[in-house]
C-alpha cells in the first residue's frame, strides 16, 4: 500500500507531461483513421458504381427483353452514371440523340376568337354552341394550318366531353398526320396528341391497344434522331406506363417488363438531361489528365460535381463517369467519419466543405491549429486538429491528481484503521487469552480445593481412623458439601458453555417468572439466613414472559447468590418480582459492598471478577454475571444496575410482558 501510495505520489508529477503527450499520440491517430476511413468509404462507392455500370453495358437492347433484366442496383450517394467506349457515350445510349433547339417558340397568345371558343367548350350550357361554331370554322379554307390544328383539338376536346371517343380518335388521326405542329403552350404537340390519344383507349376500355400504342410511341420515339422535350417525353411514358402498370389483366410477365422498362427509360432521360446540361464538363472529364493514383478523377462546377474511372475489366477502352449525388455522397462519408471520431473525443478537430463551413467536429474559440490536411477526394474537405487547450490540460491533470490524492488519502485511512483495528483486536485477543488462562487456573484451583477436602477425608474414613460416629457423620457431612460446590462450579461452567452455544439450544416457552425465581431463593435462602442475613421477598402472580426455564433459572440464582456472596452481615436482601406496563420486572436489592461506578461496565464481561478483598475472599468463577448479561441479550431483556461501593447494589432486569 505504501508502495503503491509513493508511486501515485510520483506519478502526480508527471502528469501534465503524461496528458500532453498522450493527446499527441491521439491526435496522430485520429488524423489517420479519419483518412483511411474515408479512403475506405470512397473506395467502397467507387466499386459500387463499377458494378452498378456493368449491369449498364450488358442493359438489354430489345424492349422485350427488359423483363429479365435484373433490376438496376441505385448506389447511395451517386446520382447517375455513364459508360463511355473508346470516348464514345454507350449508355444512357437515348443521349446520342441529342437535344435539338426548337427555337420557334410557340405564340403567347391564342387568337380573340379562339380564346372565346375556348371558354364557350368550358361550360357545358354553351358546349353545343361551341361545337356548333368549330364545326363551321372546320369549313373555312382561308383558316392557317395553325389555326386548323387548334379547331381540330377542339373539336377532339368536345368529342372527349361528350364521350364520343370514337370521333375524337377519328379527329386526332388527322391530327397526327400532321407531325410537328404547335400549340400555344408547348413547341411540339406531338406528346400531348399521343396522351390524348392513349386516354382515350384506356377510357374506351381497349387495354390491349392502349398497351400497343404506347410500344409504338417508344419505337417511334427511339427511331427519331433527336430528342426534343425531355420533360414532355417522360410526362408522356411515365403517364402511359403507370397507366398500363394499373391494368387488372395485364399478365405477370408483361407488368415485369414494363416496371422495368418504365424504370431503365426513365433513368435514361434523367441521365440525357444531366449530359445535356453539362456537356463541356463532361468533356473535361473524359479527356481530363489522371491525376490521382487511385486512377479516379474528380472534376467539379458549382454544384456538379462528376469522377471518372477506367474500367479495366472491359475489353476495349472503357471508362466510367459518374455524376456525385453531394447530399447522399457527404452524409455517407460523413458518417463514417463521424464513427471514427467518436473513439477519440478528446481530441479537438474539424472538417471543413470548400465553402468553409463545418462539416464535421468543432473549431475552437481559441486553439492553434496544429496540422491541416486536404482530403484529396470528391469533397474538398479540409481536416484541422488543434492543440488542446492548456485549460483542458490542467483541469484534466487536477481531475487526476485529485484521483490520485484521493487514493493516496483512503489507503492512509485504510492503513491507520486497519492498524488500530488490528491492533485492538490483539490486545483484546491478548486479554481474552489471559483471562481464560486465569479462567483455567481459577477453576482448577476451585475444582481441587473441594477435591482435595473430599479426598482427605474419604481417606481418612478409610483407613478406619474415624471411630467415632459423630466424627463420621462429621466428615460425611463435609464430603457432601464440599461435593455439591464441585457441583455447583461444574453447574455454572456448563451453563456458561450452553450460553456461548446460544439460543438453539433453548426450549422456548411461555412461564410465570414469580415462580423460578421463587425456586431459587428457597433453593439458596438456607445459605443467606445462616450467614446471618435476612430476606424481603416479593413475588407478583402472573409475571409471564417467554423463554428458557433453565436460562432464567441461572439468571435469577446468579444474581441472588452474588447478593448473598457480597453482602456482610447483619445485612438485608430484597427480592422482587412484579408487572410494570408492559414490562415483568425481576430485582435484588442488597446492602453489601456496592461496585465502584469504575467497575460497573467491567463485571459483566467473561471471567471478571473486581479485585477488591471482598472478591479475593469469595469464591466465584467471574462468569456469574456473564451468564446473566447473555440470558438477558437473548431474551431481548435489559439490566440496569444501581450500586454504591460500601451501601449496596440493585440489579433490576427487564423482561418484554406476555399476557
Ligand atoms: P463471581 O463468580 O466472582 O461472583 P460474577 O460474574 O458473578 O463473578 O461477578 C463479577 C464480580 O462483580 C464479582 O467478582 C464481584 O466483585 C462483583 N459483584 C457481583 N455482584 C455483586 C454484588 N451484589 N455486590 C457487590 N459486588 C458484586
Known amino acids: 500500500m505504501a508502495i503503491l501510495s509513493y508511486l501515485s505520489f510520483r506519478n502526480i508529477q508527471n502528469e501534465n507531461y503524461l496528458i500532453q503527450k498522450n493527446f499527441d499520440e491521439s491526435r ?95 361550360e357545358s350550357s354553351k358546349l353545343q354552341e361551341a361545337e356548333f ?72 376500355k381497349k387495354h390491349q391497344e392502349a398497351e400497343d400504342f404506347c410500344l409504338s410511341v417508344l419505337n417511334q420515339f427511339l427511331q427519331e434522331k433527336t430528342i426534343e422535350d425531355i420533360p414532355a417525353t417522360k410526362f408522356f ?12 389483366n395485364l399478365k405477370q410477365e408483361k407488368r415485369e417488363a414494363f416496371w422495368n422498362l418504365r424504370g431503365n427509360f426513365n433513368r435514361q432521360l434523367n441521365y440525357t438531361d444531366i449530359l445535356i446540361h453539362n456537356q463541356e464538363l463532361f468533356q473535361n472529364t473524359l479527356h481530363g489528365e489522371n491525376l490521382s493514383k487511385s486512377g479516379v478523377l474528380f472534376r467539379s462546377e458549382g454544384n456538379v460535381t462528376l469522377f471518372r474511372m477506367s474500367y479495366p475489366m472491359l475489353p476495349g477502352n472503357q471508362v466510367v463517369i459518374a ?55 470528391a469533397p474538398s474537405w479540409q481536416l484541422s486538429l488543434y492543440e488542446k487547450d492548456v485549460g483542458e490540460i490542467r483541469k484534466e491533470s487536477r481531475h487526476r491528481m485529485f484521483l490520485m490524492y484521493g487514493l493516496l488519502f483512503f489507503s492512509l485511512i485504510t492503513v491507520i484503521f486497519g492498524s488500530f483495528f488490528m491492533l485492538r483486536f490483539f490486545i483484546q485477543e491478548h486479554k481474552l487469552l489471559a483471562m481464560k488462562a486465569n479462567f483455567l487456573s481459577s477453576v482448577s484451583h476451585e475444582l481441587k480445593t473441594p477435591l482435595t477436602s473430599i479426598k482427605m477425608f474419604a481417606e481418612m474414613m478409610a483407613r478406619g481412623r474415624v471411630m467415632k460416629v459423630e466424627k463420621v457423620q462429621e466428615y460425611s457431612s463435609l464430603i457432601n458439601k464440599e461435593a455439591s460446590r464441585l ?128 472478591t479475593r475472599s469469595t469464591k466465584g468463577s467471574g462468569l456469574g454475571l456473564a451468564i446473566v448479561k447473555r440470558v438477558a441479550e437473548t431474551h431481548k431483556a435489559t439490566i440496569s444496575l444501581v450500586s454504591k461501593p460500601g451501601k449496596g447494589s440493585n440489579f433490576t432486569v427487564r423482561f418484554r410482558k406476555v399476557d
Open 28 to 122: 496522430v491517430s485520429l488524423q489517420k483513421e479519419l483518412e483511411d476511413a474515408l479512403e475506405k468509404e470512397q473506395s467502397k462507392i467507387f466499386q459500387e458504381a463499377k458494378a452498378a455500370s456493368l449491369f449498364l453495358y450488358e442493359l438489354p437492347k430489345s424492349l422485350l427483353e427488359f423483363g429479365n433484366a435484373a433490376n438496376f442496383k441505385d448506389v447511395n450517394g451517386i446520382e447517375a452514371i455513364f459508360l463511355y467506349n473508346n470516348g464514345t457515350l454507350v449508355y444512357p445510349d437515348i443521349s446520342s440523340k441529342m437535344l435539338s433547339h426548337t427555337s420557334s417558340f410557340p405564340d403567347a397568345k391564342p387568337s380573340l376568337a379562339e380564346s372565346a371558343l375556348y371558354q364557350s367548350e368550358q
Open 133 to 204: 361554331a368549330r364545326e363551321m370554322l372546320a369549313r373555312n379554307p382561308l383558316l392557317t394550318p395553325k389555326e386548323q390544328t387548334q379547331n381540330i383539338l377542339g373539336l377532339v376536346r368536345i368529342a372527349y366531353k361528350k364521350k364520343d371517343f370514337n370521333e375524337a380518335l377519328r379527329l386526332l388521326k388527322i391530327l397526327e398526320s400532321r407531325p410537328k405542329q404547335q400549340g400555344y403552350l408547348h413547341s411540339d404537340l406531338t406528346h400531348s396528341i399521343n396522351l390524348l390519344h392513349f386516354d382515350i383507349l384506356v377510357k374506351m
Open 237 to 248: 411514358f411515365e403517364t402511359a406506363f403507370t397507366q398500363i402498370l394499373s391494368f387488372e
Open 323 to 377: 455524376k456525385v449525388d453531394n447530399n447522399a455522397y457527404q452524409s455517407r462519408i460523413l458518417d463514417k467519419l463521424r464513427i471514427t471520431a467518436q473513439r477519440w473525443n478528446n481530441v479537438p478537430f474539424s472538417i471543413t466543405d470548400a465553402k468553409d463551413s463545418l462539416l464535421l467536429g468543432a473549431i475552437p474559440d481559441s486553439a492553434n491549429v496544429i496540422t491541416q490536411v486536404s482530403f484529396n477526394a
Open 487 to 614: 457441583e455447583n462450579l461444574i453447574g455454572a461452567i456448563l451453563n456458561y458453555t450452553r450460553m456461548e452455544h446460544g439460543t438453539g439450544a433453548f426450549k422456548w416457552e411461555k412461564l410465570d417468572f414469580s415462580v423460578c425465581a421463587k425456586k431459587v431463593f428457597e433453593a439458596v435462602e438456607d445459605i443467606g439466613v445462616e450467614k446471618g442475613l435476612s430476606f424481603k421477598t416479593h413475588f407478583d402472580p402472573n409475571v409471564y414472559v417467554m423463554g428458557d426455564y433453565t436460562a432464567l433459572y441461572s439468571l435469577a440464582q446468579n444474581l441472588i447468590e452474588n447478593a448473598i456472596k457480597y453482602t456482610n452481615a447483619p445485612g438485608d436482601i430484597e427480592i422482587k418480582v412484579y408487572n410494570e406496563d408492559d414490562r415483568a420486572v425481576f430485582s435484588v436489592i442488597d446492602t453489601g459492598v456496592g461496585i465502584p461506578s469504575s467497575e460497573q461496565k467491567n463485571i459483566f464481561n467473561d471471567f471478571y471478577r473486581v479485585g477488591d478483598e471482598m
